[in-house]
């Protein structure tokens, strides 16, 4: 969360706004562009972040047309769940998975397939209600502000160095982000310098706590909520209940995919803690069917996911939740098609 509000402060996104808006693309083009960058970028930051960003970037150079606007920001919530189910770090749920021992670094690459499928399949079809022609949306030239690029560089390190305490060193990854927020705290005291040899305001000059102050800590409490709350179920037996129910009655497969359904409404942070809680007896091949599934389920109704839910914030009177819900059969097309893409690809690994 620091390094994404210490990229917006350096106006990152904003020059990559900017970059479209000068490239003229049409919207057909903007549709795949956004999509494609969403669905990369959610894999080393989070979704909801991801989505947000760049529905914000097609609300700018949509010229308010709700014809592109409604189906792009459908495509970006689908791109951004998608995205982020083939990482380590691109949603809470394959953190968890991850730092739970449960699939190592490389294997997560094995869902990069059926994540793509995820997001294609859905947006290849929506792609044909895409209206011809081009936004008339302009926008002043934005730079970089100074040490955008270190600081870019440094998230990328930071990821790097969180894989590799965990693969060759067997510490938690946590030590390694923790390690990259250090780094960027060095990167910020040299920028403050800098802002104050060139006598800079204080309000003005780079405060790398300012960007701590942003973090979402309304997000972080949610998520100690559903941690807590989960963690009650288990201690009254509900859990075990539901452990017998779905992975003894159905069988993991069967399982994996209603929970991922069951994602769409409930959010899917509290759903993988409950699965990992229950620990049923699962092989590599199931626990990355129950990630793909948790993280690309909250794709089928606008309130399932994080990122849907941010991205109706963008354009409330546009993009709502009937809106979303027209899309869903599409949607649901896409999320069998990457569990069959999983299922090809465990068959043939096997």
């Known amino acids: 969360m620091t390094y994404i509000n210490t990229l917006q402060e350096r106006l990152v996104f904003a020059a990559l706004r900017t970059w479209l808006i000068k490239k003229g693309f049409g919207f057909r083009s903007l549709f795949w562009v956004t999509g494609i960058i969403t669905f990369f970028l959610s894999a080393v930051a989070d979704n909801l972040t991801s989505a947000l960003l760049m529905a914000t970037v097609v609300d700018a150079v949509a010229g308010g047309n709700r014809r592109f ?3 792009a920001f459908v495509n ?7 995205g982020g189910a083939w990482s380590p770090f691109g949603d809470i749920t394959t953190l968890m ?4 021992g449960k699939v190592e670094t490389a294997r997560f690459l094995t869902l990069f397939p059926p994540s793509v499928v995820n997001w294609f399949v859905p947006a290849l079809i929506i792609f044909f209600s895409i209206p011809k022609g081009s936004p008339e949306a302009d926008t002043d030239g934005v730079k970089m502000k100074k040490g ?10 930071t990821i790097a160095i969180a894989v590799l305490f965990h693969h060759m060193l067997h510490l938690p990854p946590f030590l390694g982000m923790m390690t990259g927020l250090g780094l960027l705290m060095f ?4 920028l403050q310098r800098s802002d104050r040899s060139y006598n800079v305001t204080h309000e003005e000059e780079f405060n790398i706590f300012r960007k701590i102050e942003r973090a979402e800590f309304d997000t972080l409490f949610f998520f ?13 037996g509900y859990l075990a209940k539901i452990n017998l129910l779905l992975y003894d009655g159905l069988g993991n497969t069967y399982a994996n995919i209603i929970i991922g359904l069951v994602s769409a409404v409930i959010d899917n942070i509290p759903v993988i803690y409950a699965v990992l809680q229950m620990n049923p007896p699962m092989d590599v091949s ?14 089928l109704l606008s309130i399932g996911s994080a990122a849907g839910v941010a991205v109706m914030g963008v354009r409330r009177d546009t993009y709502t939740f009937s809106a979303h819900l027209k899309w869903m059969p599409v949607i649901a097309l896409g999320y069998f098609a990457s569990i069959g893409c999983w299922w090809v690809i465990d068959v043939w690994m096997k």
């Open 187 to 190: 990167m910020g005291y040299m």
């Open 76 to 82: 970006i919530v689908i791109a951004a769940n998608a």
């Open 69 to 71: 606007i409604v189906p």
């Open 224 to 236: 100690f909520g559903s941690i807590t709350a989960v963690g009650a179920l288990q201690y009254i």
């Open 97 to 100: 998975v991850w730092t739970a």
């Open 286 to 299: 199931q626990w990355l069917l129950i990630t793909l599934t948790a993280g690309t389920g909250g794709s």
């Open 148 to 157: 955008a690029r270190r600081i870019i560089f440094l998230g990328f390190l």
